[in-house]
């Protein structure tokens, strides 16, 4: 069964980056991100963290000048990216009305989209990658740590 990648952009995105974090990535994601960073001379970076600390930041998250953020492998980011904010499971807080489709994760590994054995992205990029966000299990805490943060501020912006 061929993998679906197909799923539409986040129309609405303001490119906060409180969804770039810890994201799993297949193999063959991360062999086409390995063959586009070093195509466009792309490198992994993030910025060093004091002892006892830990940093969910992306290597391959960029700030603008305007502070927005974006993705230096946007075009071949891995399908977990390009699932935030579209599907029901993974909704954007400051847009949940962008979710189009529902995809539980049983039915994403049935369609070959996650496996249970994938590996974090920052894993195949920075050694200590594991250390610096503080284990494995992080990246969906930290996603419900953004989503909760970012409806406090809404909630806080409404008052």
Request: charged share 25%.
């Amino acid at each position: 069964m061929p993998r679906r990648t197909d799923l539409p952009a986040m129309p609405l995105c303001n490119g906060c980056g409180a969804c770039c974090g810890p994201v799993t990535a297949r193999p063959d994601e991360v062999k086409r991100i390995r063959k586009y960073v070093k195509e466009n001379g792309i490198e992994w970076q993030v910025e060093p963290v004091d002892a006892d600390t830990i940093s969910f930041a992306c290597g391959f998250l960029r700030k603008q000048e305007d502070g927005s953020y974006q993705c230096a492998v946007h075009p071949v980011r891995p399908w977990t990216c390009r699932a935030f904010g579209v599907i029901k499971e993974m909704p954007c807080p400051l847009f949940p009305e962008a979710v189009v489709e529902s995809i539980p994760r049983q039915k994403a590994q049935g369609l070959r989209l996650v496996d249970p054995s994938d590996r974090y992205l920052g894993e195949n990029f920075e050694p200590g990658y594991l250390a610096r966000i503080g284990g494995r299990g992080t990246g969906v805490a930290l996603h419900a740590m953004a989503a909760a943060a970012i409806e406090e501020n809404l909630r806080g912006a409404r008052k």
